[in-house]
């Protein structure tokens, strides 16, 4: 079973179009995260999420929406993408303990392509 | 802005030779961790170490922590052809909450057999 599954694998897109990227986790973890990782292979948070609640929002345009029905689930949401939007996006997920951290889960990236 | 910077950002050693990076950080961290990233692949954790220890081991692989110097390094002993990986240091935040780890640039090492 793969804990932490994104869909899709390959996106390719126009600009202007509205798109989403679906993460679940099956590890039971409170925390979830989106990160974005550019051609240099810099990765940058994006959003961070505890209990469907939104923590982080790391100064990321209004065009990109996360939502998370449930603790097992955070989607991302992006409208009128641009080409500089081309990226691979992770998502990830850990359990968050104030006193003991864990190690961070990630999915196998979704490879974003905007012409 | 970035957190973590890993030193060399390439490189390229023969199977059998043993491999260092380092990492280094700005800020007080709670904890460093090393993740691996195979071509096309997502991260995939290593190892933790805490900012109380000096230093860990997990089977081949050896981390050093320095909280005064704000660097660690990431020793990989024995190295095989299939530990050709970008290698990523992780800082989680003082205060004890990973809500935001912190990735560095990452180092791209080649194991040639």
């Known amino acids: 079973d793969t804990a932490v599954s994104q869909t899709p694998k390959y996106l390719v897109t126009q600009m202007g179009n509205d798109k989403s990227i679906k993460c679940e986790q099956n590890?039971?973890?409170?925390?979830m995260y989106w990160y974005k990782q550019d051609s240099k292979k810099f990765l940058k948070i994006m959003f961070s999420y505890n209990n469907k609640e939104l923590i982080i929002n790391e100064t990321v345009p209004n065009r990109f929406s996360p939502k998370s029905p449930d603790k097992a689930h955070l989607n991302l949401h992006i409208n009128s993408l641009e080409l500089g939007d081309s990226a691979v996006y992770f998502c990830a997920s850990s359990r968050l303990r104030t006193e003991l951290n864990t190690e961070a889960f990630f999915g196998q990236g979704t490879r974003l392509t905007v012409v | 802005s970035q957190q973590g910077e890993e030193d060399p950002q390439a490189l390229s050693i023969q199977e059998g030779e043993n491999a260092t990076m380092n990492c280094s950080y700005k800020?007080?961290?709670?904890?460093l961790q090393w993740y691996r990233q195979n071509s096309g692949r997502g991260l995939v954790h290593l190892i933790l170490i805490r900012s109380n220890e000096r230093e860990k081991h997990s089977g081949r692989l050896r981390v050093t922590l320095d909280t005064s110097k704000k660097s660690s390094s990431l020793l990989i002993t024995a190295s095989r052809a299939a530990d050709t990986a970008s290698y990523f240091c992780?800082?989680?935040?003082?205060?004890?909450?990973?809500?935001?780890?912190?990735f560095g640039k990452g180092t791209l090492l080649t194991v040639n057999p």
């Open positions: 590890l039971g973890h409170d925390t």
């Open positions: 800020t007080s961290i709670n904890n």
């Open positions: 992780a800082t989680g935040p003082s205060g004890g909450s990973n809500y935001k780890l912190t």
